[in-house]
C-alpha cells in the first residue's frame, strides 16, 4: 500500500501473541519491539521501572492518568532507527487495537526522499495544521521586519530546523498513559508537557532562530503522535489540547504534567465518513488526525 497509512503487516509471533490476548481481558496488552520505556506512578512522579507490569501501568484515565509507556523510547538519541516502530498491542470492544510509535515513512513517504518543505506527505501537513492552529500567519504579519518575508519561506526554514534537529524522531515516540473503552468510544491518553513554551523558546535558540522568538504564542499545548489500527482503520493521531495531570517525571521534574487525551468511535459505533482526500487531514475537537480505511489484501 502506497502512502503515509500502511497496512500494519504481522509476523507469525505476533499473530501467536495476538491469538493469546484475545483470550484474556480486553486490558490485557503486549509490547512488540524491545525500545520502550515502562514508567511506573505514584501519584506525584512518574518514574523508569523496566520490571513494572505493562496491564497495571495502562489502567489511569483523564482525571488520574499515572504511569504510560514510551514507544521509540531511543528516538532523541543517536543511532535511532527510524525506519522501525515500537508497538503496543491489546483487545478493546472485541476488536485489535494497535498503537505505534511513527517511522520515516509515516512521516515522509515510501523511500523518505520527500523531506522538503512543501512536499505532500503527513510531515508537511502535521507542521502546517500546528502553525495554522496558533495563527501563524496573523502573528508572523505583526511583526516588524519578519512581516517583509512571506509566511511560506518563514515556515519553510522552521520545517527545515525542526527537521534537521530531530523534530520528527522527537514527536514520533508516545507516551501512552491508558486505553479505555467508554460507552462507544475509546479513549487514549497520552502524556506530554502541560505547556511548550520553555521547550520551543530553547529550540528557536539553539537553532539560531532567536528573531523569531518575538511571534511565538503562548500557551502551547500539542503532544507526540500515535499510529492507531482498530476496527479496519488505520490514523495517525495528535492533539492540540491538555489537562493537567497532577504529576512530573521524576528524572527532569518537567515532563508528563499535561495529560492529552485522544478518542476514537468505538467496535460498535457508526463509522465515521470518510474524508473527500484519502490523506485527508482533519481539525476535530483539538485532536488531528491522517485516517485512511484499511484495504483488503
Not at 505493562?54 to 483523564?62: A, E
Not at 532562530?209 to 482498530?230: C, D, H, I, R, W
Not at 499535561?258 to 476514537?264: F, M, P, R, S, V
Given at each position: 500500500m502506497k502512502g503515509i497509512i500502511k497496512k500494519f503487516l504481522l509476523t507469525a509471533s505476533m499473530v501467536a501473541g495476538i491469538s493469546a490476548i484475545t483470550s484474556n481481558a480486553a486490558s490485557a496488552f503486549t509490547l512488540f519491539g524491545s525500545d520502550y520505556l515502562?514508567?511506573?506512578?505514584?501519584?506525584?512522579?512518574?518514574?523508569?521501572?523496566?520490571?513494572?507490569?505493562?496491564?497495571?501501568?495502562?489502567?489511569?484515565?483523564?482525571?488520574?492518568?499515572?504511569?504510560?509507556?514510551?514507544?521509540?523510547a531511543s528516538s532523541e538519541q543517536v543511532g535511532f532507527d527510524f525506519s522501525q516502530a515500537t508497538s503496543l498491542i491489546g483487545e478493546i470492544g472485541g476488536k485489535i487495537i494497535t498503537l505505534s510509535s511513527l517511522t520515516a515513512t509515516d512521516w515522509f513517504g515510501a523511500g523518505n526522499t520527500t523531506t522538503v518543505y512543501g512536499a505532500d506527505n503527513f510531515a508537511n501537513r502535521w507542521f502546517n495544521s500546528v502553525l495554522a492552529a496558533y495563527n501563524f500567519d496573523s502573528l508572523v504579519s505583526q511583526i516588524p521586519m519578519l512581516n517583509l518575508l512571506s509566511p511560506t519561506s518563514i515556515k519553510g526554514t522552521l520545517f527545515n530546523s525542526f527537521l534537521n534537529s530531530g523534530g520528527f524522531q522527537r514527536a514520533s515516540d508516545p507516551n501512552i498513559s491508558y486505553v479505555n473503552h467508554v460507552g462507544n468510544e475509546i479513549a487514549i491518553g497520552l502524556a506530554g508537557h502541560f505547556n511548550l513554551d520553555n521547550q520551543i523558546s530553547s529550540?528557536?535558540?539553539?537553532?539560531?532562530?532567536?528573531?523569531?522568538?518575538?511571534?511565538?504564542?503562548?500557551?502551547?499545548?500539542?503532544?507526540?503522535?500515535?499510529?492507531?489500527?482498530?476496527n479496519g482503520e488505520s490514523a495517525l493521531l495528535s492533539s492540540l489540547s491538555a489537562t493537567e495531570s497532577g504529576q512530573f517525571e521524576l528524572g527532569d521534574g518537567i515532563s508528563h504534567n499535561?495529560?492529552?487525551?485522544?478518542?476514537?468511535a468505538g467496535a460498535a459505533s457508526t463509522s465515521v465518513p470518510e474524508p473527500a482526500s484519502i490523506f485527508g487531514l482533519m481539525v476535530v475537537g483539538g485532536i488531528f488526525a491522517t485516517r485512511r480505511k484499511q484495504q483488503t489484501a
Open positions: 515502562l514508567y511506573e506512578s505514584d501519584g506525584t512522579n512518574t518514574f523508569v521501572n523496566q520490571s513494572a507490569d505493562l496491564n497495571s501501568i495502562l489502567i489511569g484515565n483523564k482525571i488520574n492518568p499515572g504511569g504510560n509507556v514510551e514507544l521509540a529550540f528557536f535558540q539553539a537553532n539560531g532562530l532567536g528573531a523569531y522568538t518575538a511571534f511565538l504564542p503562548q500557551n502551547v499545548q500539542l503532544s507526540e503522535v500515535v499510529k492507531v489500527n482498530y499535561g495529560n492529552y487525551e485522544i478518542k476514537l
